[in-house]
């Protein structure tokens, strides 16, 4: 007899978070292995579940054992790194086995999707054919046509023959025709209509690159790449060129590219090099285009699976090559439960199969600078533009000095001189404004000043309904004044814009030029983003006005102007990480001019101009840059230098939330861990519950170790939940404090 354990995907509930044992009857004995999705009687239902280990040892009375009563899928779903994977991650990030497998699969295989069949009929009896009687005009048509092309759809054969199915019937009676089933896959994507995209020789600096990373892909100690490369430095074309190699090695390749991204003329270049070995993922596929994308990898009729984090969960069977292009990325964390960074997550499935990793980006996080200072990755550089366009000239604005001159206008005079310079020449002006969280500061509009915490050095956070400042990694708060505490000026005041202002102060002075507004306002709609986008490409405005989502992948060159409408909103975040994000976005919004012809301008507006973040942008110079971030990690022992572990505590009973989260902050520093908090959220109230959060700081790399640890947060997470007043979520090396 054999006996193996599952976990029940169907319900994720608390209750049902473990592993349960079943017998497998005779008849599956070798369908049933590790992997396979299976179907339990579980009380009066039946439910999916997934076998993850057989069972050698049962020390229950084996009476007692339910049979499995089905087979869900002919093939194991998960392969077995992926399984590995799994447990690794519930370990790592402290959540159930089952919600970690319920995101790997994709929605379709989880709901049994068919696949799609089409149906085809070939002629294979050519003298009875000719036999047939002209008096059965439809049957000889059908014939006649059959002749001529052998084998046709069915449909097809239906359209030309202008027939109904009967005289089709028929002939299949009669034995004339046969009639076939084809697997078919719903593909997203027309194979045959992409252009290819042709080999370029790679740069003398693209060579340098290309030798680092293969000899990467033959060594036995395998270390992962950080691909630095400036923007436009030809990042692509490298990464295109391994997945050639590792093609001939007849390897797998998964690439991650964030959502925003995934844009058409993205995966056009990977569709075009590489033809329909190519497997696209993304968030607009139908369940079905998914369900086939996901099962053409499992079946190896796809090598090289291109889309967004969850695409690192691609059932490939021969993994050899994993790329993270824009590894910085904040999108690459998943919000929700399992809370995981797409970045450990590969790191470790390489590990586990032996497989190289790029990560590649114009502007790396600072954990992977310090990697590379550690000599975990190797550091491969471009740092040139591929083709002849330079990297463009930035103007940073003081704008004290403005206000001071006299000029209110959100917009400098120097913005105003390089709008109209620009677009009477007819070329195309991006103008961005930064609006990440939804945290508001004072700032003093004569001297640029913002209040931070004298504890924590980050910027205090207004509270309105308290009217007090507040910062939110340690207990400190302070009232508001009326007076700039440096420069005595009342011009202190909350601050804030919006991109509609912006486009409406543009019209003041450029009544004539045509403007395209990006935001969540406007492009809430489906597709409506890429509209948007496609109307600025073919110049239909003059001004595309945006926030965030203007900056990633913009390869317009006719674009020479970008103006950034003030630098500092990120960087007052209370975030230890606002200079980082500051830096990235600057960065890269800068590195959308000047891509074609003419050298590209930036005008950077800053109240804070001289602030290492905003300065470093000259030139994307990331070494300086990091340099001093580093500096500042260090000193305040921040990640990369530690590891946090965010508790985030949620209530509609306020009392009964504080308490708790100082009871929890007492018992973790009972236990001399160090705790930051307990404080309440940036964003204090979402749907009516109050929100609450700590951080635990560990050594760096110590968490998955800390047994002790992860046992004491479970079982609190266990005890608050039962009580049902407060809930509790565990975040592992967060990326969002608001
Ligand atoms: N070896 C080469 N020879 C000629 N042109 C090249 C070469 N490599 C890349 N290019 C061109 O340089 C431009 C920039 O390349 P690519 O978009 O790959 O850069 P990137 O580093 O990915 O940029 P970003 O980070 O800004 O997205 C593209 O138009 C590309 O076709
Ligand atoms: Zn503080
Ligand atoms: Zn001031």
């Not at 439960?337 to 470790?348: N, Q, T, W």
């Amino acid at each position: 007899m054999k006996y193996c354990n599952v976990i029940i995907l169907d319900i994720v509930s608390d209750e049902l978070d473990r592993k349960f044992t079943y017998r497998v009857p005779e008849k599956y004995l070798d369908k049933i292995i590790e992997g396979v999705l299976v179907k339990v009687p579980f009380g009066k239902r039946r439910l999916l579940a997934l076998v993850v280990e057989e069972v050698i040892k049962i020390d229950f009375p084996k009476e007692k054992l339910k049979d499995i009563v089905g087979v869900v899928f002919d093939t194991p779903v998960l392969t077995n790194d992926l399984l590995k994977l799994a447990n690794w991650m519930s370990q790592y990030y402290l959540c159930s086995l089952s919600k970690v497998v319920n995101t790997m699969l994709p929605k379709g295989v989880k709901l049994g999707i068919n696949p799609a069949y089409e149906k085809y009929v070939e002629l294979t009896d050519k003298e009875m054919a000719d036999s047939i009687s002209k008096k059965a005009s439809k049957q000889k048509n059908v014939c006649e046509i059959l002749q001529e092309e052998n084998v046709l759809k069915w449909n097809e054969l239906l359209q030309k023959a202008n027939c109904t199915e009967a005289p089709v019937k028929s002939l299949q009676e009669k034995g004339v025709i046969t009639v076939n089933k084809k697997r078919v896959y719903r593909e997203p994507i027309s194979y045959d209509k992409v252009a290819h995209y042709a080999y370029k020789e790679p740069t003398h600096a693209q060579k340098t690159v290309l030798k680092l990373i293969k000899d990467q892909l033959h060594s036995r100690d395998k270390i992962p790449t950080l691909l630095f490369g400036v923007t436009g430095s030809g990042k692509t074309e490298v990464y295109l060129q391994v997945i050639e190699e590792v093609l001939k090695n007849n390897k797998d390749t998964i690439v991650l590219i964030p959502e925003i991204s995934l844009t058409p003329q993205t995966i056009a270049r990977f569709v075009g090099r590489f033809g329909d070995k190519v497997a696209v993922i993304h968030s607009r596929l139908s369940t079905g285009e998914r369900f086939d994308q996901w099962e053409k990898v499992l079946r190896g009729k796809a090598k090289i699976v291109v889309g967004p984090r969850s695409a690192i969960f691609a059932p490939c069977k021969n993994l050899g090559l994993v790329i993270i292009d824009e590894e910085h990325e904040n999108s690459y964390k998943q919000g929700e439960i399992p809370r995981y960074h797409v970045r450990s997550v590969a790191e470790k499935r390489c590990e586990m199969t032996d497989s190289s990793l790029i990560l590649g980006s114009a502007t790396p996080s600072m954990e992977s600078i310090y990697k590379v200072k550690e000599n975990k990755y190797q550091l491969a550089e471009l740092s040139k533009r591929a083709t002849d366009a330079t990297l463009p000239d930035i103007t940073l604005i003081d704008m004290k000095s403005e206000f001071q001159r006299g000029n209110k206008s959100i917009f400098s005079k120097t913005l105003l001189d390089e709008i109209k310079r620009n677009t009477d020449l007819d070329k195309q002006v991006i103008l961005f404004l930064n609006r990440r969280g939804y945290a508001s500061f004072l700032l003093c509009r004569e001297c640029g000043y913002t209040i931070t915490c004298p504890r924590c050095e980050v910027t205090l956070t207004y509270h309105k309904f308290s009217d007090r400042l507040l910062c939110h990694y340690c207990d400190y708060t302070e009232p508001v004044t009326s007076h700039c505490p440096s420069c005595k000026s009342n011009k202190i005041k909350e601050f804030g814009t919006g991109t509609q202002k912006i486009e409406l102060e543009l019209k003041k002075y450029f009544p004539y030029l045509s403007t395209i507004r990006m935001d969540v306002d406007t492009t809430s709609k489906k597709n409506s983003h890429k509209e948007l986008l496609d109307d600025f490409k073919n110049q239909k405005a003059q001004v595309l006005i945006g926030t965030q989502m203007i900056t990633k992948g913009l390869d317009i060159p006719n674009v020479s102007l970008v103006g950034v409408i003030t630098a500092d909103t990120a960087l007052n975040l209370p975030d230890f990480r606002a200079g980082e994000k500051t830096f990235q976005l600057l960065t890269q919004v800068s590195g959308r001019a000047g891509r074609g012809e003419g050298k590209g301008h930036v005008v950077i507006q800053s109240y804070n101009p001289s602030h290492y973040s905003i300065q470093a942008v000259r030139g994307e110079n990331v070494r300086k840059f990091a340099k001093e971030e580093l500096a500042m990690r260090k000193k305040l022992n921040y990640p990369p230098y530690s590891q946090l572990i965010r508790i985030v505590l949620r209530s509609s009973e306020e009392n009964a939330l504080e308490n708790y989260a100082d009871h929890l902050a007492d018992k973790l520093e009972d236990q001399e861990y160090e705790v930051l908090g307990p404080n309440p959220c940036p964003i204090l109230k979402i749907k009516d519950e109050y929100r609450w959060h700590l951080m635990v700081k560990v050594k760096k790399d110590k968490f998955i170790n800390d047994k002790k640890l992860q046992d004491f947060l479970l079982e609190e997470k266990h005890n608050i939940t039962e009580q049902g007043i407060i809930r509790i979520s565990i975040d592992v090396d967060p990326i969002n404090l608001l």
